[in-house]
């Protein structure tokens, strides 16, 4: 991107001569050239263009323009610093220069400033330091391939301006002017850096007059942003004045100049063009034209500082001063201090009555989200932003973005997302929620949106001095912020703590210690689970709610969000039933004051419409208030109802007999009181089972422990509910206390009968064992580990609670002192799981050996394989839920079953550490030049290509699907549906006889061929494709491709060669197939673009509309197994005719599929040729996109999705090949080659590289 240079001066001009306040602001245009004098003469780089050496060659000149400019009535003049940062001098090599240059330029200034003022006392001239905006831009990617890329950070701009800042102030400028803004990213990080170096300097701070630039009539700068959102986005710098320059003459700007000044709440000026540029790419405006241009802003009171920008000369400010010092206008007056919230992305918004409660989009939570979390693991970044904007599209006002997981770099995970999502402008409208419990990482985030983000979260958990830190960090990015209601001891849970908490906090920030807008601030009070069983966790949606009522009166401009979702956790698996709730909990929280929540965008039902007694229910246990106080039991029954009404595919539920399951075997009637939760029988069923046994130990051990396994294991399945979970561990609880008689008796028996003997009695273990728990360092979640708690007791373990937030000291203290037998250690934030980790280590150290169990809603079995298990040599394993601990720790303290399970679970562990660390592995590689000495030998005389039929492209516009059919290949069919048949059932048609998949597969294999013949007949889908045959050679690892008659370059296909040690001693690269330049030996090479999908995202919509998902799905596998089938049909055409290279073929379909034919089609991006750029060249050759309308994303991802695409190659050697890792010798040669930088090579080959770009 290109940017032209700016002439070195600017001026104000008074609109009432009463100084400042109303001024007007104008540029001169003056050409001057850069000689280099005695000190740059020996250089060898070109300076022409790099106006601001000015200060050094002609300081003389330069003094009398801003003499000059001052002479004609203005009152302030800019320093020659457009280009005044490393990040623009480095275009000239010129980098160290730029602090001398700044002071410079601003002594210069500021002399002829001193020297008119002395002249005419009675009016004070001032200087403004410019600080341009650079020629880098950090809300848009350079490379349009990759939407994601930037040339330059965050940081290095900050520093950059900081170090011109520091430059600009020690000369002597009176005023900082950020000018010229086409990224309100770059202007941001100019006032970060302003800011943070007057906090560092201890200099007093200087006026900020900040001026962005629009690019169209469209109004909107470079980056995007409206006017409103450009300003939203900067205001937290609370300028002197703002406005806009150039881009446009006077009269273009006028609506632009309205609206600014509509919502600014400081002063206004504009300095437009002299017109717009003729075709020569000067300004044709008289200094009277251009006068009167800008008079209209004057004369609308929309202005306090008037001027000009480009084409602007001196007699350009006096016409300007004389009209004003002629008119009396009056100037624009202040809008009044603004005390709502104000957010932007690309548009802003006001968060005030008229926008109503705001929707905080989830989906791109990393924790809230399945199908994000598996996407972003997996790379598929892209596939990401899909879920981001069907967020949007569903109603979201603000997208939260949450990148914390422990296997996943989350500060590279949210830069990269964020850095693809800004150039989306359906997404990137919106403001973003940067979220995150790990504070660098929300950071990095911050570091990315130009607009005005909300910042989620900070809290007092690790005390006033870090809360006080943060909250100044997020208030110098300008983002609104989310305050966790925690604290040094713990989460607030009750009403009473929720208010304590949030009004510490509340007068910390607007206190002059930080100095926070109050309008600014976002409680979040936790919204925690309701209805799980346990009675103290009844009140919480009734506490947050008064807590809503008690912020609003008490914390004027507070605002009060919260996650939803964690208020139904108990019900999962009952969308239904949990949406519900939510919109119950919504409705009285909203009325109390809540403002803004973290919720599904769209999928939340009216209050109004929840159908009865749902409603009610779910009003009873959200305001837990009932005239019989049973509500929490009704909604249990009622959501047992409604999993056996899903279980009965919708119908009305049939009662069962009572008495039916009390005819049942006394171990199906335990189990049947465990499942669900009945207690009334419990005694008798339980004395019944006890004269059936030796022990009473046997009747826990035996039939109890079977029914509670069928709990965890219909828990584990989503068939039971937490709630449930917990009215059987009451169950098993009530069972155990009747035999607790007997087992005292017994033991009793035990101790006399050995005192008898003369035997030295042992004390006996208290229950089955002892188990610590502990919610770690830094985090306050300890539902789910209480969950545990209960579920142990209850099963005859004694637990230790150590509760949350404990440091591993006292944790590994608590172990101590009470024996432990186990230790569980829960979390819910990322930064547990470092924690978890560390307490590991701890235990190692120590020297204890007890086994450690890991859970908690971001710990998983790959984390605890991966980061925990390596460094403790006791067990340590990953527990799902709390139906499973009972199992585990039963298992774990059973001396028969102990060492199985440990030895089980360390072979599990290191199976998946193997899998993880897989490219990690040891690997060794040939140099460039050795691999090249191994390519493939072929006697091309021997072998003339023979001269396709074809040379140039044919196009299929609307190929018959029914001549697909036998070239479908339906294996990858089943793989979409996860249905996978066992040896020897594995493939196609095999999978039938599977006897797990089977019978599904049939079933599945029918509704796509009745599919099939649909769209067949209905002409649901339309085929298109376009082929292409072409003269070619190699060149080394190049292949040059020719026009039709050979005589001229088109361009070429870059290829790559492997080079990982194999056996064999060839080492290839696509090239080898294609005959070299210098073999004088004619050659071709092919290449196709088809496309099934052209219709499919149509009916797909209109499916998922009539919520009919699973046709939806299967239209997509469908499609897709067209393409390829297209894909493997024109193959066959060009082998037989088109190219004819292989006439007599005369294979099956099925040999087809088996790849029996001469000759390859490897695809760009796949493991052949891993680079997916070379798919740029192959459109350009096809004409793809105006032949076919198959286009190219940024991302060269092809659309429609059910297309593919691929390169030709027809020699009887060539053969599908993995290039497999390459080293950097190759990426150098390689990047090029292509004409590419080394960091845009390695971008597109990542997953391919051989070594660390960053090491």
Not at 533 to 540: I, K, P, Q, S, W
Not at 946 to 961: A, H, I, M, Q
Not at 1141 to 1167: F, T
Request: net charge negative.
């Amino acid at each position: 991107m290109t940017y032209r240079a700016r002439p070195p001066s600017w001026t104000l001009i008074p609109l009432y001569r009463h100084g400042l306040r109303h001024a007007a602001l104008v540029l001169i245009s003056h050409t001057l050239g850069v000689a280099p004098g005695e000190r740059w003469k020996d250089i060898e780089q070109e300076l022409k263009g790099n106006n601001d050496l000015l200060v050094f060659t002609q300081p003389d000149t330069i003094r009398d323009i801003h003499k000059r400019y001052f002479a004609a009535g203005a009152d302030m003049v800019e320093t020659n610093t457009f280009s005044g940062t490393w990040i623009a001098q480095a275009d000239y090599k010129m980098e160290e220069i730029v602090y001398e240059l700044n002071k410079r330029a601003a002594e210069l200034a500021v002399d002829a400033a001193k020297e008119v003022t002395m002249a005419e006392p009675h009016k004070p001239r001032l200087v403004c330091g410019a600080i341009g905006p650079t020629n880098r831009t950090l809300s848009i990617s350079p490379s349009v391939e990759d939407p994601g890329f930037r040339n330059c950070t965050w940081d290095e701009v900050v520093n950059a301006y900081k170090e011109q800042m520091r430059g600009l102030v020690d000369g002597g400028v009176h005023v900082i002017l950020v000018e010229t803004i086409f990224d309100t990213l770059n202007a941001k990080a100019a006032l970060f850096a302003i800011d943070e170096y007057y906090e560092e300097s201890g200099c007093p701070k200087l006026p900020v007059i900040i001026s962005g630039t629009i690019v169209d009539m469209s109004g909107r700068t470079l980056s995007g942003q409206t006017t409103e959102a450009f300003y939203v986005s900067v205001a937290h710098a609370k300028p002197l004045c703002i406005g806009l320059n150039c881009a446009l003459g006077a009269s273009q700007m006028l609506p632009f100049m309205q609206a600014i000044a509509g919502c600014a709440e400081c002063f206004v000026h504009s300095y437009p063009n002299a017109g717009l540029p003729n075709a020569m790419g000067g300004y044709d405006d008289t200094p009277q034209m251009f006068a009167d241009a800008v008079r209209q802003f004057a004369e609308l009171g929309l202005v306090n500082l008037l001027g000009g920008c480009c084409g602007t000369t001196p007699e350009h400010i006096a016409a300007l001063a004389q009209m004003l010092d002629k008119e009396k206008f009056k100037p624009h007056v202040r809008n009044p201090p603004c005390n709502k919230m104000r957010l932007s992305g690309l548009e802003a918004i006001t968060c005030d009555k008229n926008l109503g409660f705001i929707n905080i989009g989830e989906r791109c939570n990393i924790a809230g989200s399945a199908k994000f979390k598996k996407l972003i693991l997996d790379g598929q970044y892209d596939k990401g932003l899909e879920i981001a904007l069907a967020q949007a599209e569903s109603g979201a006002q603000v997208i939260d973005v949450n990148m914390d997981e422990g296997l996943l770099d989350g500060e590279y995970a949210m830069k990269k997302f964020l850095n693809m999502l800004i150039p989306e402008p359906d997404v990137s409208k919106l403001p973003i929620c940067v979220d995150s419990s790990k504070f660098h990482i929300g950071e990095a985030g911050l570091k990315c949106c130009q607009g005005k983000c909300i910042f989620n979260s900070i809290s007092l958990k690790e005390g006033e001095e870090d809360f006080i830190k943060k909250a100044k960090t997020v208030k110098r990015y300008g983002a609104a912020v989310v305050v966790m209601a925690f604290d040094e001891v713990g989460q607030a849970a009750t009403y009473e703590d929720k208010c304590r908490i949030c009004k510490r906090a509340y007068d910390i920030l607007v206190g002059p210690k930080v100095g926070f807008p109050p309008h600014d601030i976002i409680f979040d009070p936790n919204i925690l689970t309701i209805a799980t069983g346990l009675e103290e966790h009844n009140n919480y949606g009734k506490d947050f709610i008064m807590a809503c009522k008690y912020i609003k009166e008490n914390l004027p401009g507070a605002h009060i969000s919260g996650g939803v979702s964690n208020l139904s956790f108990g019900f999962r698996g009952l969308i239904a039933l949990r949406e519900a709730m939510h919109a119950v909990f919504l409705y009285h929280a909203i009325q109390n004051g809540m403002d803004m929540g973290i919720v599904n965008a769209g999928a939340m039902p009216i209050y109004e419409d929840i159908p009865q007694p749902m409603r009610d229910y779910c009003e009873e246990v959200v305001l837990n208030n009932s005239a019989d106080g049973g509500h929490v039991e009704r909604l249990l029954q009622f959501a047992e109802e409604e999993k056996e009404r899903k279980a009965a595919g919708g119908g009305a539920v049939v009662k069962k007999d009572a008495a039916e399951w009390r005819v049942k075997p006394i171990k199906e009637r335990l189990t049947y009181s465990l499942v669900k939760g009945l207690s009334e029988f419990v005694d008798g069923d339980v004395e019944e089972a006890r004269q059936l046994f030796d022990t009473p130990l046997e009747v826990i051990e035996g039939p109890l422990m079977d029914g509670m396994n069928v709990v965890g294991d219909l828990f584990g399945a989503g068939k039971m509910f937490l709630p449930q979970v917990i009215k059987s561990a009451r169950v098993m609880k009530k069972a155990v206390a009747y035999l607790l008689p007997f087992l005292e008796k017994e033991k009793a028996a035990r101790k006399a009968a050995n005192e008898a003997a003369g035997i030295v009695h042992v004390e006996e273990q208290e229950g089955k064992g002892t188990v610590v728990i502990a919610t770690v360092k830094g985090d306050v979640h300890d539902i789910g580990k209480n969950i545990v708690g209960v579920v142990l007791g209850c099963n005859n373990f004694k637990v230790i609670d150590c509760g949350v937030m404990q440091p591993c000291v006292n944790i590994l203290a608590q172990c101590a002192e009470h024996k432990a037998q186990i230790l569980g250690l829960s979390g819910l934030i990322t930064p547990s799981l470092d924690e978890m980790v560390f307490v590991a280590k701890e235990m190692e150290r120590t020297g204890m050996k007890i086994p450690l169990l890991i859970g908690g809603a971001t710990t998983s079995k790959m984390h605890t394989a991966v980061k925990v298990a390596p460094v403790y040599s006791g067990v340590a394993m990953h527990v799902l839920d709390a139906s499973r601990a009972v199992g585990v720790c039963t298992a774990l303290l059973d001396p028969v079953k102990r060492d199985q399970m440990i030895e089980d679970v360390k072979e599990q562990y290191e199976e998946l550490r193997e899998d993880h660390y897989a490219s990690l592995a040891s690997r060794k590689f040939k140099t460039l030049e050795q691999a090249r000495g191994g390519k493939l030998t072929v006697r091309w005389a021997d072998h003339p290509p023979p001269t396709p039929k074809l040379l140039g492209t044919k196009v299929y516009d609307d190929y018959p699907l029914d001549e697909l059919l036998p070239y479908i290949d339906w294996n990858p069919f089943f793989q979409v549906w996860q249905l996978r048949g066992k040896y020897p059932n594995r493939g196609y048609p095999k999978i039938f006889n599977d006897e797990a998949v089977g019978e599904e597969a049939k079933k599945l294999h029918n509704d796509g061929v009745a599919l099939l013949h649909e769209i067949i007949k209905n002409k649901t889908l339309k085929a298109k494709a376009v082929v292409g045959i072409f003269p070619a050679n190699s060149v080394g690892d190049d292949i040059e491709v020719y026009s039709a008659d050979g005589s001229v370059k088109t361009g070429c296909f870059h290829t790559l060669r492997q080079q990982e040690e194999r056996e064999d001693d060839n080492y290839l690269a696509m090239s080898d197939f294609v005959a070299p330049k210098d073999s004088g030996v004619k050659d071709y090479i092919g290449g196709f673009a088809v496309s099934c999908g052209f219709g499919c995202e149509e009916i797909c919509a209109q499916l998922r509309a009539e919520n009919d998902d699973y046709k939806g799905i299967m239209m997509e596998a469908i499609a897709d197994r067209l393409a390829e089938a297209l894909a493997e049909l024109l193959h066959h055409k060009m082998r037989k005719e088109l190219w004819g290279y292989s006439p007599d073929e005369s294979l099956s379909p099925e040999d087809m599929l088996k790849v029996k034919y001469q000759g390859i089609r490897p695809a760009p991006g796949y493991p052949t040729q891993p680079d997916h750029t070379e798919k740029s060249f192959l459109w350009k050759l096809l004409d793809a996109e105006k032949q076919t309308g198959i286009k190219l994303t940024d991302s060269l991802a092809m659309l429609p999705a059910a297309s593919v695409s691929a390169l030709v190659f027809a020699n009887p050697c060539s053969t599908y090949f993995q290039v497999g890792k390459v080293c950097k010798d190759q990426v150098t040669d390689y990047a090029s080659r292509k004409g590419q930088t080394m960091e845009e090579a390695e971008r597109w080959l990542g997953p391919y590289l051989a070594y660390d770009p960053a090491a």
